[in-house]
């Protein structure tokens, strides 16, 4: 009876998590279709209301690397749960700004308090499911699958709830829901038994740099965040360029991706432990077929399934880099997370720079070519360097 009260507990818990995750995705991807509202509204130029995009993605970058130690140092919990506050409060603040630099003020605090929910979720997830891999990947995966569906719906549920009402009603929205998330968490997120500051001693970075396995696996975020987020902020434009539809049915489409993130993150641990670590390589191989003909589709439903497939394969493979680095620096879980997702982001920022110049002179088939090619790679590489832990792991047990 009690096994079965702390199975429900978690599964409330990781469903919470997942929901936040869709949230704080989504209030990010959800500002694009807004933009041109904001620059009217507030009678400057669209590209000085586009920094108001930025100034929500640079801080989160930054502070990414910060509340991974300070869960470590200080309790993973009580760190989520003070920063699902503070980043409800200033999403919601995002519907009462008045100029550009109030504007850019409150984004910047709502991505600053937004990076912590991430990371220490992630390290958090290790905590809860101690030492079972296949139950961390399982709940990584479903939580990283409800991340990128919201960032993937988010453009049709911000084009949507600014038809109905206005710009200011998507940073609203957001908020609120955020809010209520954050204080079901007080109730239901407990501090794991596991978190504990005993033993961990040290600059954490230090310990983590001086890993070598630990930089050779988080490296490989950086093409995953290359293949598949560098490309994937192209897609809604691209998809509305072969298809004509607005941006709410443009939402839809996209959440094919979501969808195969959702569903494919739910068994990613099971599969990997049916299958090995040739579910690298098959992951690759397959998301290299899908992606590699989506610039020449010009069928919705063609464009749905490479989607979906793609989304599914992605998510077979970054969960399982995450929950392996989780794995090689234990007492410093928050750390590998934010090291992780720094990778990710690195990742998803050169892939955008370079994708842009790409299709401006070459179009959007070489764009998905290249990302086929490397989410190919990051498989392969991923395969080799699972194999080369496990031989290491062999030999410091004989």
């Not at 891999?133 to 919201?150: H, I, S, T, Y």
């Not at 890993?211 to 560098?230: E, Q, Y």
């Not at 050169?350 to 401006?360: A, P, Q, V």
Request: hydrophobic letters at 50%.
């Amino acid at each position: 009876m009690n096994s079965l009260s702390n199975e429900k507990r978690l599964g409330r818990t990781v469903f919470l998590l997942g929901i936040m995750a869709f949230l704080a995705q989504g209030d990010n991807y959800a500002a694009a279709p807004m933009i041109i509202e904001i620059s009217k509204e507030l009678n400057i130029e669209l590209s000085r209301a586009a920094v108001s995009v930025t100034a929500y993605m640079l801080p989160f970058g930054l502070f990414t690397l910060l509340y991974g130690p300070l869960g470590d140092k200080i309790g993973k919990a009580k760190v989520l749960k003070t920063c699902a506050f503070l980043t409800a409060i200033f999403s919601a603040l995002g519907a009462v700004v008045f100029n550009l630099s109030s504007l850019i003020t409150v984004r910047a605090l709502n991505g600053m308090f937004a990076a912590g929910t991430f990371p220490v979720t992630m390290a958090l997830i290790g905590d809860l499911y101690g030492k079972d891999p296949k139950a961390v990947q399982n709940a990584l995966g479903r939580v990283m699958g409800m991340m990128f569906l919201g960032g993937a719906v988010a453009p049709a549920i911000g084009g949507l709830l600014s038809h109905l009402g206005s710009w200011r009603l998507v940073y609203l929205a957001y908020g609120i829901a955020e809010i209520i998330v954050a204080i079901l968490m007080l109730k239901v997120i407990q501090v794991p038994a596991t978190e504990s500051m005993n033993g961990k001693t040290g600059n954490p970075y230090k310990i983590a740099f001086s890993n070598k396995r630990l930089l050779a696996t988080v490296s490989l975020l950086i093409l995953v965040g290359f293949a598949a987020l560098g490309s994937f902020t192209y897609t809604g434009d691209y998809v509305q360029s072969k298809t004509g539809y607005n941006i709410l049915i443009i939402g839809l489409i996209l959440s094919c991706y979501g969808l195969g993130t959702v569903i494919g993150g739910r068994q990613s641990g099971t599969i990997r432990e049916k299958v090995g670590n040739t579910i690298f390589l098959i992951a690759g191989m397959v998301g290299f077929a899908a992606w590699s003909v989506m610039g020449w589709w010009n069928h919705t439903a063609l464009l749905c399934l490479s989607l979906f497939v793609y989304g599914f394969c992605f998510i077979m493979i970054q969960p399982a880099l995450v929950a392996t680095a989780q794995q090689l620096i234990p007492k410093f879980r928050g750390v590998a997370m934010s090291l992780s997702s720094f990778c990710m982001m690195i990742g998803g920022a050169i892939g955008t720079s370079l994708n842009g110049k790409i299709i401006k002179t070459s179009g959007y088939p070489l764009m998905y070519v290249i990302a086929a090619c490397v989410i190919l790679l990051a498989g392969i590489l991923a395969a080799i360097n699972m194999k080369q832990m496990k031989r290491i792991h062999s030999k410091t047990e004989v």
